[in-house]
């Protein structure tokens, strides 16, 4: 017995030492950061690193006895001179546990984890402490919360065993959501995965922006356990009661560029031969395909979005699309360029929903307590770059709720009981097969590839890589595959430049580059776009080319002037940017009837020869309903043969569909 008393005096004499101890640091550390916090009615943020100097026994009794570590600093602001309360939260811990890593050992310690916001809950008001007082005596007694239950009085110590009144309750603010491990800790596996507790000022309207899904963040808290059903069971559930929230600035700031690598990439800026040195690194393995890779190298480095005046967004990122004939490397190059990004993600179309690309809101009963919402590939890219495999093998619906993402870099929700706007400034790379297994260059895009019309046109380049038969180049193709696999040592088929340093490059200038259009740049494009313009001015001519791509040729402009760390475009940037888009435009928008580029082949609307078609059909309508009302389809065929028109029963569905006509009997048409 007296060891007992001798212990919990010695406890008590090391609890009321260690009070004072952080009443004092307070004083001389943070007593002004301290009265602002309570002044402002806001958490006072206390470095674990300078706690640690000025006190290794707190900074290791906070570590390894968190519970009795808060109960100390509760009562040791509450004997500082202060204007009001204050919650005190403390960051900068040593190195975060990786979420994998999680363990038995870790339970009831302060430690702290980062990852990317899965999921997030509404706000909700949970009970912390029941007062419940005993109808006999008038005796109350406090009941605290244990992981997700609050016990109930059974017994009183006067004997009453039975209706105990409920007469105070202590209820906190709550936000329950789910963190996963950042993708470059993963390693191609599936991401591990842990809930965290946000109560009091972290879910304040800053806190919760914080903690949407898509955010990565690193947390420091106490990991506890969740007991399950009314017992205590053996298997047990954990998760992290936070105490502090910040921001990580996942991806291209996240990167550490050393004072060695600046000064090569300013020496590799200045080189002429920059680009093909970059191209040549940009996966050498695949032979040839020079301007598709070029303007994947454009599509990394991106443009510089912009914000004007009127409030109206414009992105800088570059989405590309490639339509390709089998064995054409398109999978190859999908696969290789999101891993150049710290924030890029591959997903094949068939496996992909539309919930999956963007958000979706989901109910969990477990932790969250209803609908929660959850991030897609799209949010959780933020920043870096997706890969789309098998485009067009995604459900139209899918499809479609790409739109936003694509122009806007947001993804809206409005779900259950959740209204929501996710960052998404992605950049997409796109990769499809046509129809019928081969590019044929006769056929619109639209008529090999089911994506919408809408979809198509936020594509700021697009290519077709086709298999074409070429003796020469069938020769060089084949040397270069069997070299790359009897030679380790082949020198064509190593990047020129290491991945992890062009990682670095795009970092470096993300960061320090936002180079601007200048009057001649302008002019240049501006001149190209009226020159290639001016050829549509005839009634039937076909648009070569719209203000969505003068946009896309400023964006790759801009992505060019960033190579060379220029702070203005130059002349020589905008070059580069129109022979890649003459290049894309004369791939796609090449018609073959009118020997004429026409946009609207790429962008899957309706072509300048196919709208001739259209009117002429329209004319003969409009002449044979002068004298009848239901036409037979047979007369109008035979009109328009004679007119030259082929392929007329497909126009009267395109114009049926359009609800320009309709069908009153099978064989006949009629005017709406």
Not at 139 to 156: L, W
Not at 221 to 240: C, H, M, N, S, W
Not at 314 to 321: E, P, T, W
Not at 440 to 453: A, E, G, H, M, N
Request: hydrophobic share 35%.
């Amino acid at each position: 017995m007296a060891k007992k008393e001798a212990k919990k005096e010695k406890r008590e004499e090391r609890r009321s030492e260690f009070i004072a101890r952080f009443k004092e640091f307070l004083h001389k550390k943070y007593y002004k950061e301290a009265v602002r916090a309570a002044t402002e009615e806001k958490a006072l943020e206390v470095d674990f690193k300078i706690l640690d100097k000025y006190s290794p026994e707190l900074g290791e009794f906070l570590l390894s006895n968190p519970e009795d570590f808060f109960e100390i600093v509760e009562e040791a602001v509450k004997q500082t001179e202060l204007p009001g309360p204050v919650n005190i939260r403390f960051m900068n811990l040593p190195e975060p546990i990786n979420i994998r890593n999680l363990r038995s050992k870790h339970m009831r310690k302060f430690l702290a984890v980062e990852g990317t916001v899965r999921r997030a809950s509404e706000i909700r008001p949970e009970i912390m402490r029941v007062v419940w007082e005993c109808p006999d005596c008038g005796e109350t007694t406090s009941r605290e919360r244990s992981g997700g239950i609050i016990p109930k009085m059974f017994e009183c110590k006067c004997g009453n065993k039975r209706d105990f009144k409920k007469v105070d309750e202590q209820m906190i603010d709550t936000r329950w959501i789910t963190i996963e491990e950042p993708f470059e800790l993963t390693e191609g596996d599936r991401p591990s995965q842990v809930t965290i507790m946000l109560t009091e000022d972290l879910v304040s309207p800053e806190g919760r922006r914080l903690t949407d899904p898509g955010n990565r963040i690193k947390i420091t808290g106490t990991l506890k356990e969740i007991p399950r059903g009314k017992f205590q069971t053996a298997k047990l559930d954990f998760y992290v009661d936070a105490n502090h929230i910040e921001p990580v600035d996942i991806g291209w700031e996240h990167l550490e560029i050393t004072k060695e690598d600046e000064e090569k990439i300013k020496k590799l800026a200045k080189d002429p031969k920059i680009y093909d040195l970059l191209v040549d690194s940009l996966a050498p393995s695949l032979y040839g395909l020079r301007e598709i890779k070029e303007s994947i190298l454009m599509q990394l480095f991106g443009g510089v979005p912009a914000e004007l005046k009127d409030r109206t967004h414009i992105r800088g990122d570059i989405h590309i699309l490639l339509i390709g004939d089998p064995a054409s490397g398109k999978s190859q190059l999908l696969k290789l360029v999101p891993d150049i990004v710290p924030r890029g993600r591959y997903v094949s179309g068939k496996g992909v929903t539309g919930a999956g690309l963007t958000a979706t809101v989901t109910k969990d009963e477990q932790f969250m307590g209803g609908w929660v919402l959850e991030a897609g590939a799209l949010v959780l890219t933020n920043k870096g770059l997706l890969a789309v495999d098998e485009f067009e093998k995604m459900t139209v619906e899918d499809q479609v709720a790409m739109h936003e993402a694509l122009e806007q870099g947001t993804i809206s929700i409005a779900k259950a009981s959740i209204v929501a706007t996710l960052p998404a400034r992605t950049a997409v790379l796109a990769g499809g097969n046509p129809k019928f297994s081969r590019f044929d260059p006769y056929v619109p895009i639209s008529k090999q590839i089911t994506v919408p019309d809408t979809l198509l046109t936020r594509f700021d380049l697009k290519f077709a890589m086709r298999d074409i038969p070429d003796a020469e180049q069938d020769k060089l193709m084949a040397e270069h595959v069997i070299k790359t696999r009897e030679d380790e040592d082949y020198e064509e088929s190593k990047p020129k430049i290491e991945p992890d340093f062009i990682r670095k490059y795009i970092a470096y200038t993300r960061e320090h580059c936002a180079p601007k259009i200048v009057p001649e740049v302008g002019k240049l494009l501006k001149n190209f776009y009226i020159k290639t313009r001016k050829k549509a001015e005839g009634a039937s001519a076909p648009v070569p080319i719209t203000l969505r791509q003068l946009e896309a040729l400023m964006r790759i402009a801009q992505a060019s002037a960033k190579i060379q760390l220029q702070k203005e475009v130059r002349r020589e940037d905008a070059q580069r940017a129109i022979k890649l888009m003459k290049a894309s435009l004369r791939q796609l928008g090449f018609d073959p009837e009118t020997g004429m580029i026409d946009v609207d082949r790429s962008e899957g609307a309706v072509t300048s020869a196919e709208r001739s078609r259209i009117r002429v059909i329209l004319d003969i309508i409009e002449e044979l309903s002068a004298t009848k009302k239901e036409l037979l389809v047979e007369d109008i065929i035979k009109a328009a043969k004679k007119e030259g028109v082929e392929e007329v029963e497909e126009i009267l569905e395109k114009l049926k569909r359009e609800g320009m006509l309709f069908e009153p009997s099978p064989g006949y048409v009629q005017k709406v």
